[in-house]
T-cell receptor
Framework: SAVISQKPSRDICQRGTSLTIQCQVD?????MFWYRQQPGQSLTLIAT?????????ESGFVIDKFPISRPNLTFSTLTVSNMSPEDSSIYLC????????????FGQGTRLTVV | GQNIDQPTEMTATEGAIVQINCTYQ??????LFWYQQHAGEAPTFLSY????GLEEKGRFSSFLSRSKGYSYLLLKELQMKDSASYLC?????????FGSGTKLNVKP
């Protein structure tokens, strides 16, 4: 299993500013992911955070808007840049533990409100 | 592309049995997962199917038919605390792709 600490848990930000969300895992993991969950909807994968290389973004998400860092196997950050009210959402960090019992574990999420 | 469909919302009575269906059309498949998510909380793992058939874990069971692109989650002896959203997810090329989720309302 994996325990994930994500912060901040919530924030209210002014439009045009940027927010960096941190994700710390209690063990070394290969696969780390960032998701967005808009109100009443399911999780949408933003990108895969790769250790030692650029993140891999899903369709509709770009590095300029959502820069990601992955300096080591236990830590990653997601920045939401130049925010607008449409970015108001919950952002979740996730790690995958692969093997006999493959499973995804999630951080508690960051509830972002852009005003 | 990835297309995963679930009903938006369901209502059931405490003590009853409910089945939540999930159909999927994906470019690859390495497993089908079910997650539970209470309002304002992170998703938590419920079950995992990689082969056809039924997997049982206490009050929860999950079924998979890969040839039909179909899964269901069966919840027995419903309790009020089972009111939550249930997310179907396909694991594919080391990534999870989630359905829109089914909000289950359990009534007394």
């Amino acid at each position: 299993s994996a325990v994930i600490s994500q912060k901040p848990s919530r924030d209210i930000c002014q439009r045009g500013t940027s927010l960096t969300i941190q994700c710390q895992v209690d063990s070394q993991v290969t696969m780390m992911f960032w998701y967005r969950q808009q109100p009443g909807q399911s999780l949408t994968l933003i990108a895969t955070a790769n250790q030692g290389s650029e993140a891999t973004y899903e369709s509709g998400f770009v590095i300029d808007k959502f820069p990601i860092s992955r300096p080591n196997l236990t830590f990653s950050t997601l920045t939401v840049s130049n925010m607008s009210p449409e970015d108001s959402s919950i952002y979740l960090c996730s790690v995958e533990v692969l093997g006999r019992n493959t499973e995804a574990f999630f951080g508690q999420g960051t509830r972002l409100t852009v005003v | 592309g990835q297309n995963i469909d679930q009903p938006t919302e369901m209502t059931a009575t405490e003590g009853a049995i409910v089945q939540i269906n999930c159909t999927y059309q994906t470019s690859g498949f390495n497993g089908l997962f079910w997650y539970q998510q209470h309002a304002g909380e992170a998703p938590t793992f419920l079950s995992y199917n990689v082969l056809d058939g039924l997997e049982e874990k206490g009050r929860f069971s999950s079924f998979l038919s890969r040839s039909k692109g179909y899964s269901y989650l069966l919840l027995k002896e419903l309790q009020m605390k089972d009111s939550a959203s249930y997310l179907c997810a396909v694991f594919n090329f080391n990534k999870f792709y989630f359905g829109s989720g089914t909000k289950l309302n359990v009534k007394p």
